[in-house]
């Protein structure tokens, strides 16, 4: 089985716009797809690709270039892994928000509805907090949030009471003992929508995954030459928000500032006007690519750059 097929290989890229001697980011490294891709557009330069998984790690392994660099780190530490390599500044950056194949595909890392497993969900297998823990230990107030927050969950408060009922009575440690424990509040016939919402919830709470999407983009912002590219797929509405809105108004949330003279203060201009969104022939090869959405920026050149 494939370790993972990427998702607007392609498209995301093109976007970059490389240049033969550039210095890319991807930070998301997963099974290497958009990596091994990058690479083959680079004629000299230099490719850093991020991935805190041990799994993509090994997979990083397989990729031998001189050009290319692995770092098993968080993409939220972007800037100061970056710093340790001595890079300030780049050329493009390239992230693919989703989990990848081989995550869901694995019963064990607990990311998939359709196998048994423990309550894992944990995007770094060494990270302090598991699936299990929030379900065991968060208060019905806290699962309330999450529920309703990360996964959109209508039912979002009756879920909460439910599992914090069924855990008073019995330890819940596998996927098959959870999904027993919240049968009372799935909806017949929607069962799968609906569990995907509670586990895509569950997976946010546990790997910070917004927050930390939130503190990639604002660094690399900050280490982005002007005219550097921006390259993002996302997959639900809750990160493709937070990337529309930064690259759009440069805030996450609220309205975009303008100066004196009514000019948007904002780092980034969008370099397409809709989202891209992957073709017929994908959707039908690639079922993982029926949500996703890539967004591509530009750094704005300053006048300070633009004399250079």
């Known amino acids: 089985m494939q370790y993972h097929q990427p998702v607007l290989l392609q498209e995301s ?40 998984d041990t799994d993509a790690e090994k997979q990083a392994e397989k990729l031998i270039s001189d050009k290319f660099t692995f770092v098993k780190a968080n993409f939220r530490y972007l800037k100061k892994y970056l710093r340790l390599y001595g890079v300030r500044q780049v050329d493009g950056i390239l992230a693919d928000l989703g989990v990848s194949s081989h ?3 694995t019963a064990e890392r607990g990311f998939s509805t359709r ?7 944990r995007m770094d297998k060494e990270a302090p907090l598991s699936a299990q823990q929030v379900i065991m230990e968060y208060s019905e107030e806290q699962l309330h949030r999450i529920f309703g927050l990360y996964g959109e969950v209508k039912n979002a408060k009756t879920l909460a009471r439910e599992l914090v009922s069924a855990r008073n009575v019995q ?31 569950l997976r ?20 982005l030459k002007p005219g550097g590219r921006l390259s993002v ?20 949330f609220g309205e975009v500032e303008k100066d004196f003279f009514g000019n948007e203060i904002k780092p980034l201009d969008s370099v397409t006007r809709k989202p891209i969104v992957p073709g017929a022939l994908e959707l ?12 591509v920026a530009q750094k704005r050149e300053t006048p300070e750059s633009s004399k250079k």
Do not use: W
């Open 115 to 121: 196998f048994d497993g423990p309550l894992d969900m």
């Open 204 to 223: 946010i709470e546990v790997n910070d995954e917004l927050k930390a999407l939130e503190e990639m983009l604002e660094q690399a912002v900050e280490v």
């Open 171 to 201: 330890t819940i440690e596998t996927i098959a003992d959870f999904k027993q424990a919240i049968a009372g509040c799935t909806p017949r016939g929607k069962e799968n929508k609906y569990l995907a919402q509670v586990f895509q919830a």
């Open 284 to 295: 039908q090869e690639n079922n993982r690519s029926r949500s996703a959405k890539l967004r």
């Open 233 to 252: 797929i996302s997959y639900h509405s809750l990160e493709d928000r937070l990337v529309k809105n930064y690259i759009s108004k440069g805030k996450f």
């Open 13 to 52: 890229v093109d976007a970059l716009a490389i240049k033969p001697g550039g210095i890319y980011v991807d930070v998301t490294f997963g099974g290497g797809g958009h990596s091994a891709h990058i690479l083959t557009q680079m004629q000299g330069g230099q490719l850093y690709s991020f991935d805190q």
């Open 103 to 105: 995550q869901f595909n």
